[in-house]
């Protein structure tokens, strides 16, 4: 008897100082400003206090009279009724998904309906993550992408960013629990020496990028906090480093805070390679054209006549030009090989990351006749090879080789009579490209605007454009 | 009741409720579609007074190039003012039917803000993107065509920012940047190869 009661005694003891399960919260993201708030359930549904959710954005005050509960946000009412699911937002009818709660003075709606809610009231679109419970409000958003760089591998974000970073074998996890990181892949696969993918997932109102690292890695942030650059942690980087290097690679940027290593041991998820040599991080990389599709997904871009949509024409472009620089023996590859979305900087990202020698971007249009090259409208600026350039100008070190690659392939598209001309223009995402980068638009060879998909025509131009390549590789590879 | 007017009372009865059904079926259709068109309200008070002579630089598509041309309009003496009249003036023949550069229904400049006297910020209304035609060269046109008639204008602006509805935007129709400033002499410098 008195063992029985020892035990219950125990496994209440247990029971009662376990951990709690991990609360649950939404995060909202909005241009000004982000913040978390305590998600509640009643009734198996998901609740939030509305009033703590407007308050960041203004004058919010909240009275209750009776089972009545009225907010006034600024110069809009808001009112609900306990257990009801219709509620007035400036005089007009709202419904809710489930009934409206009252605790006290605070006053819970259903998660679901925040967005709508939110919507009406701050006059703003929402975009709303229902798994992960992250809300983006007017577009707010940071997008991400990698680059090799000299001696390990920087990871580009669109605005700074503030994540927790913490370490495990063969693992580098950054939790960004206030900045509104958002990605199109899920999982970005690298031939870094250094780590082999970047995976982002989202949950419970926070986004993670786990790197998974052929070495033990370290972080550093650099770029006020835009940029995180990943090297081997100390005691890797010795045994990476052969014994006497002949060149010392330039130091990387100084780092705003760094993040000690956690004592990990070698990592056990992953295969460990053998370990990098500065040669192999600093070492030029293979010739690889990146052919970029232009649109793609939900961005349709141009209706070319009255179906006809650019995306289409640019991937059977992108995939015409593909084999053309095979048969060229020049490596190729796509940023998207189907119909899916691709944000814009982050085919930028995917190019830096891949160390591409040249990244073309693909257009088509119903405007004028032939094909337009265009490079970045950016001035040249020099810099040492390896060293860090700055995402909003990556491609002004390389703007002159551009230049020069766009007068060639103009040449090749001479020699096979078509119709072209070449411009600097404002085009997305050549500024961020390090690499030679042209933006490809290709029109209708005659008045009908279907001609651009005749396999003939692009044929054409994808051989100029592939002998445009080969006759200009020696330009291009001396600037890498 | 005769059996016949009771019919004919039924049947009444189920047309009024059929005409009030398809009443409210069209009503919510003409609001939905009233919601979906752009706003084309005018977004400033006319200006009056003497007109003065501006040069505007409007884009035709088909050459791919900036002509100028003499306007006379009336203008304010604020010069942040007088920038974003000089730009309704440019965005008002691009709306027009026909235009060398055609824009959507609704596309305007609702304003002009000068910074540090150098660098002018433009806002543009939801319908100008989200209506304009989209293509590298075309997108680019519109861009070159406000920079270059904003900048002839008004002196000292050496830098543009273009904003729709008063927030940052990645491109102005899928291909030409919007997040960047504008630096002026680029632009003059990408005019000059259109040219």
Known sequence: ?480 | MTRALTIATALLLAAVVAMGAYLYYLRRNEQARARDLPDTRPISAPVVGPASPVTLYLAYDDPGVLRPQQVSIPLPADPAQRGREILHALVGEYVKRPSSHELGAGADVKDVFLVNGNTAVVDTTPAFAEEHPSGILVETLTVASLVKTLTANLSGVTRVKILVDGEERETLAGHADLEDFYDVTAVEQMLQQLQ
Do not use: C
């Open chain 1, 1 to 480: 008897m008195v063992r029985a009661l020892v035990v219950a005694s125990l496994v209440f003891l247990l029971i009662a100082t376990a951990p709690s399960a991990e609360e649950k919260q939404l995060s909202v993201y909005g241009p000004q400003v982000s913040y978390s708030l305590p998600v509640s359930e009643h009734n198996s549904q998901d609740y939030v206090a509305l009033l703590e959710a407007l308050e960041p954005f203004g004058n919010v005050s909240a009275s209750t009279l009776g089972r009545k509960w009225k907010l006034r946000f600024n110069n809009l009412e808001i009112e609900f009724r306990q257990n009801a699911t219709v509620g007035k937002v400036a005089k007009k009818k709202f419904s809710l998904p489930a009934p409206f709660v009252l605790e006290g003075n605070r006053g819970l709606v259903p998660l679901r309906a925040l967005p709508g809610l939110l919507t009406l009231v701050l006059d703003t679109r929402t975009e709303y993550h229902e798994a992960a419970r992250r809300l983006f409000l007017g577009g707010a958003a940071i997008h991400f992408g990698a680059a090799a760089r000299e001696g390990g591998l920087s990871v580009n974000f669109s605005a700074p960013v503030n994540p927790l970073i913490s370490t495990e074998p063969g693992k580098l996890k950054m939790t960004f629990t206030r900045d509104p990181v958002v990605s199109g892949a899920g999982i970005l696969k690298l031939e870094s020496p250094l780590v082999s993918s970047i995976a982002f997932s989202e949950n419970n109102g926070q986004a993670e990028l786990v790197v998974q690292g052929r070495v033990p890695l370290l972080a550093q942030f650099a770029a006020n906090r835009r940029t995180i650059i990943l090297v081997a942690a100390p005691g890797e980087a010795q045994s990476a480093a052969p014994p006497a290097p002949a060149t010392t690679p330039p130091p990387v940027a100084t780092p705003a805070a760094v993040v000690p290593p956690a004592p990990v041991a070698a990592p056990a998820a992953v295969a460990v390679p053998p370990p990098p040599t500065l040669q192999s991080l600093t070492a030029k990389p293979p010739f690889v054209v990146m052919l970029d599709a232009g649109h793609g997904g939900d961005d349709r871009g141009a209706l070319l006549g009255d179906k006809l949509e650019e995306k289409a024409v640019t991937l059977a472009f992108a995939r015409r030009l593909r084999s053309e620089l095979q048969s060229h023996g020049i490596s190729a590859v796509m940023v998207r090989d189907a119909d899916v979305s691709v944000p814009v900087e982050q085919r930028a990202a995917m190019a830096d990351a891949a160390r591409v020698a040249v990244y073309l971007s693909l257009h088509a249009t119903s405007q004028g006749h032939g094909v337009r090259v265009y490079t970045a409208m950016l001035n040249s600026a020099s810099s040492p090879p390896g060293a860090f350039l700055p995402w909003d100008t990556a491609q002004s070190r390389y703007v002159l080789g551009s230049r020069a690659l766009a007068d060639i392939v103009k040449a090749e598209l001479g020699k096979h009579e078509i119709p072209s001309s070449e411009f600097s223009a404002p085009v997305e995402p050549l500024n961020h490209v390090a690499a030679a980068a042209l933006a490809v638009e290709v029109a209708p060879s005659g008045s009908d605007v279907t001609s651009v998909t005749l396999a003939a025509y692009q044929q054409r131009i994808a051989a100029a454009l592939a002998e445009g390549i080969v006759v200009g590789r020696s330009r291009v590879e001396a600037d890498r």
